[in-house]
């Protein structure tokens, strides 16, 4: 079994250096590293020359956004594994061990998905189901974000590239959403996608400010999250209770005065309002 792992990236240097320090402790060494580079120039040349000796590394470049630049990825990928790391998450060293034995396994499952904790165990980038299991249209919002998907090249063949609507630097309102639409394409298709809760790749916590920037991100995921639901066409009563949790969060932290919170989720709640109706959308529906 061979992985193949697409990873795009743009303006970080030490964290993806980092990430290249864990693929080198990895006990399971039958893999290539794609690296779809969207700097403006050569920065990331010296790191990953020292590092090819030690692993296949491919190196392409691609215009901005994240979808974008994974197809491009897409398009080089000769393992029987295919997954996308982030430029700042990293990989315990057993991990694409247990991957594979995991597949060895369950040769029925086509994809699987795992935890993002941060560097003190805590949950980064999400909330995370505590139980394991398979992955469906309902749960897969807390079943897998791009760093933890592992799927098959079959499932690859058959979803195709990542929507270039979505995600950070697609240019749209929709700054989330891609990997989750992903995995609604694949269960779609008929793949069947399991969720350990004991798989754990690793990833900073997002620094807990309310600043403009950050409210601004918020809005943007919250619009992709909205798009992704009405995308798929999740009935209402679900897509209401999307609405309610973060109009909830918004409530509570402004009862308690947490006035920074409350707008984070107030723009939370706006986006996927906005993602929802949006008439650029419904021009995509039938």
């Known amino acids: 079994m061979r992985f193949s792992l697409v990873l795009a990236t743009v303006g970080r240097v030490s964290e993806l250096e980092c990430f290249l320090q864990s693929l080198d402790a990895q006990t399971f060494r039958n893999f290539e590293l794609i690296v779809v580079d969207q700097n403006p120039d050569d ?3 010296p790191i990953l020359e020292r590092y090819e ?6 190196h392409l470049r691609s215009a901005p956004g994240l979808s974008r630049a994974r197809n491009v990825g897409l398009q080089h990928v000769t393992g029987d594994v295919v997954a996308f ?3 700042d998450c990293w990989y315990p060293p057993g991990l694409l061990e247990r ?11 086509d994809g699987l998905t795992g935890r993002s904790l941060d560097e003190n165990g805590r949950p980064s980038v999400g909330r995370w189901a505590t139980a394991s299991g398979l992955v469906n249209k309902f749960n897969v919002w ?7 998907i592992f799927l098959k090249a079959s499932v690859i063949k058959r979803t195709g590239g990542f929507d270039e609507d979505l995600g950070a ?4 309102s929709w700054g989330a959403g891609e990997e989750t639409d992903y995995l609604l394409r694949a269960l779609e298709k008929g793949f069947r996608i399991y969720y350990d809760a004991n798989l754990m790749i690793y990833h900073p916590h997002p620094a807990e400010r309310y600043d403009e920037p950050t409210l601004q991100r918020a809005l943007k995921y919250g619009q992709g999250m909205g798009r992704v639901l009405r995308k798929h066409r999740y009935p209402f009563w679900f897509v209401c209770y999307q609405w309610l949790r973060p109009l909830g969060g918004a409530l509570l932290s402004l009862s308690t005065g947490k006035l920074g919170k409350a707008r984070y989720h107030w723009a939370v709640f706006r986006g996927r309002i906005l993602g929802w109706l949006s008439k650029e959308l419904r021009r995509t529906l039938p």
């Not at 000796?53 to 491919?58: D, E, K, L, N």
């Not at 807390?142 to 933890?148: A, D, F, H």
């Open 53 to 58: 000796q030690r692993f296949a590394i491919v």
């Open 85 to 87: 790391p982030d430029d």
């Open 142 to 148: 807390g079943k897998g974000v791009s760093i933890t």
């Open 169 to 172: 630097g697609a240019g749209t």
């Open 99 to 109: 991957v594979v034995r995991f597949f060895r396994e369950h040769p029925e499952i």
């Open 43 to 45: 920065r990331l040349v």
